[in-house]
């Protein structure tokens, strides 16, 4: 059998080989205590019965709603923060006070109040008034129950489409503070040149932006935009405190009513993973494309 071949500049000295030594004690200790100390009976069949049980009526396992529930709330709420993220960016940069000042002040909000804090100002005294405000309780509450099926893929069932409508408007304005930054800060990085070759093309301001700037700056923004949209699809886990059925919400209440405690748990951080595993990849891949426009 021939041996494992490591990389030539692969070189181990004797702090290397002490650090690995310790990690490998530190591993085999843990080992040995959860052996000899933890008593916990697991129940692995059980926990994958309950979540592949489906409803009554032959609905899809209440885990998997939980799942798809998050997932909509993660795709419609990337989407809403990154429409307002990219417009608070321009108007973070913009020359006229009316636009900046705003925006700025919106940012500097929503980036020093805690998320929860956020959640809750949000839902119990934001929400509640502008639902009715916008008319939209009407439409929520008369829409029927029989909808089409690419409604229901893409909104879910009708009579939760008022909480997923606060859960998107909620998630959304807290990301869009953050995408504003990593917006103004992407096109900030552009150099002084490029504006002035673009300018010198006669191009408009939307032309010049839209063709020269941004499909550069696009290089930057990419990285720590994936990283603020996988950040959005673990915060959407808060959006359980104010009864929202997504993912934490199913597994928390699965987890309750079993006893299974630390295998829900466990299969709830497996669908996190499973989704910004997928939003890695996915961005990634954007990544590699946007570079063909960067001009260092």
Known sequence: MPGIKFPANLKLNKLDAFLLALIAIAIGWLWYRSSAGIHYQWNWEKAFSLIMT??????????????????RLSLWGMVFAGVLGMLLGLARRSTWFFLRLPAQAYIQLVRNIPPLVFVFIFYFFISSQLIPVLGLDTVFRNTPSEIGHWQSVL?????????????????????????????????????????????????????????VIFP?????????????????????????????????????????????????????????????????????????????????
Do not use: M
Request: glycine share 10%; proline share 4%; with cysteine.
């Open 54 to 71: 489906p409803g009554r009526n032959g609905e899809l396992p209440y885990f998997f709603q939980g799942l798809l529930a998050t997932l």
């Open 155 to 211: 909104f879910g069932p009708a009579k939760l489409w008022e909480n997923l409508f606060s859960g998107i408007l909620c998630v959304g304005l807290i990301a869009a503070a953050y995408i504003a930054e990593i917006v103004r800060s992407g096109i900030d990085a552009i150099a002084k040149g490029q504006w002035e070759a673009a300018n010198s093309l006669g191009l408009s301001p939307i032309d010049r932006f839209r063709y």
């Open 216 to 296: 550069q700056a696009l290089s930057g923004i990419v990285p720590p935009l994936a990283g603020q949209f996988i950040s959005l699809v673990k915060d959407s886990s808060i959006i359980s405190l104010i009864s929202i059925q997504e993912l934490t919400f199913v597994g928390s209440e699965i987890a309750n009513s079993s006893g299974l405690i630390f295998e829900i748990w466990l299969l709830v951080g497996a669908g996190y993973l499973f989704l910004c595993l997928g939003l890695s990849v996915l961005f990634s891949h954007l990544e590699k494309r946007s570079q063909k426009h960067y001009q260092p």
